[in-house]
């Protein structure tokens, strides 16, 4: 019925450069997004599908496009805090296709299909559409209607993107005061052991999923949905050490979905039992010896970081489910979050990260922290960052 095959036997392919025919999003697009609305049952066309802009058929080999996703949902039962749940789906959904590569979250999407998938004829969005609706619906029952929109149109994308910004940002707001100590249990994921079999993330109130793309609330509707599924409660248990953020449920929990590789997980340290990484993290922070601070660095900063290596090679380091003192894998909202990697120091440990970042998390930097802490366009390298903590007179220099 589709020209491609369509099962969870390809979700762990990946797209190489050299062999996609189209990508989507990515690095080289500044405006990309994809955004899960519920709606009413008669505001939605059961399996609409709607393209607009260029399709795949009119897009030149190589090339790269801005991609907006827009789904909308309905049923009886479905509540709005299950939107980031079905919005991870299509995450999952769109890597069950064959030759069709499907990478991060919200405004961050990158999407590549493959030259043997687009010569077997795979040549629409308007087919993407429609295996991603029969997969929703199959798998998720609870969702009676649902169309989806492609926008490739530049502009449309812009203002897509734009309106979905602040969307995101209502539901990590719904968060806020929320603390560890304050709930019974946090939230377990494994869907991304397909790329990664050892990676379980664990999301509590103040730690994100690293993908950026599900909180604790979101883990929570998602259990309620589907209590059998990727996504799980995890009773905390006790806590073993309340420096280190060890609890003895999430212990528990790690040993056992990670087949007994991992036993401790740090919740807040990258430098002792981190949390493990698949491959989808929006950021990354890794340790700096010759200053003994941090360094963070997102998914979008093209070039080089301060210790000289660029994202993809961090990203190759810290990925793949193992635990790597020195790295973590992280969201950027983790910044944010009164536990951010505080048993190593916090914020008053990070040196360096890319200005757009410093922009993004600016209030949640101590006003007599934030000129302190580099960026590409003060150092260019561990010799410049040095002179530079010492000039800012940073934290870790007094140590
Ligand atoms: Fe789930 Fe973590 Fe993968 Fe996000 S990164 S989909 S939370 S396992
Ligand atoms: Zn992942």
Known sequence: MFPVDVGPQYEGESVRKHDFYVEFGGPRCEYKGELVTLRSVNEVEHERVEVIGPDIKDMAEGTTSPLFIGVEVAGEQLEVDMEPVFERRIH???????????????????????????KKGLRSLQEVGQIIIMLFTNELPIIEKMQVTFITDPEKVKEHVLKARPVY???????????????????????????????????????????GAISWLDGRASSKIDPEGAIF??????????????????????????????????????LENPHTACGCFQSICFYIPEVDGFGIVHRDFVGETVIGSPFSTLAAEVSGGQQREGYVGMAISYLKSPKFLITDGGLRRVVWMPSAIKEWVKEAIPADLFDKIASEKEVKNVDELVEFLQEAEHPVMSG
């Open 92 to 118: 999952q959904y769109c890597n069950y296709i064959e030759g069709f590569w499907h990478m991060a979250q919200r405004d961050h999407i990158w999407l590549r299909l493959h030259k043997e998938s687009h």
């Open 169 to 211: 940002d209502a539901r990590d707001e719904r968060l806020k005061g929320m603390t560890e100590e304050g709930v019974e249990e946090f939230y377990g994921c494994v869907l991304c052991q397909s790329f990664a079999p050892t990676h379980v993330c664990i999301i509590t109130p103040e730690r994100m999923s690293l993908c």
């Open 233 to 270: 409660a995890v009773p905390k248990g006790e806590l073993l050490d309340p420096e280190k953020h060890i609890y003895s449920g999430v212990n528990e929990i790690v040993t056992q979905r990670s087949l007994g590789r991992i036993a401790v997980c740090c919740l807040h340290s990258a």
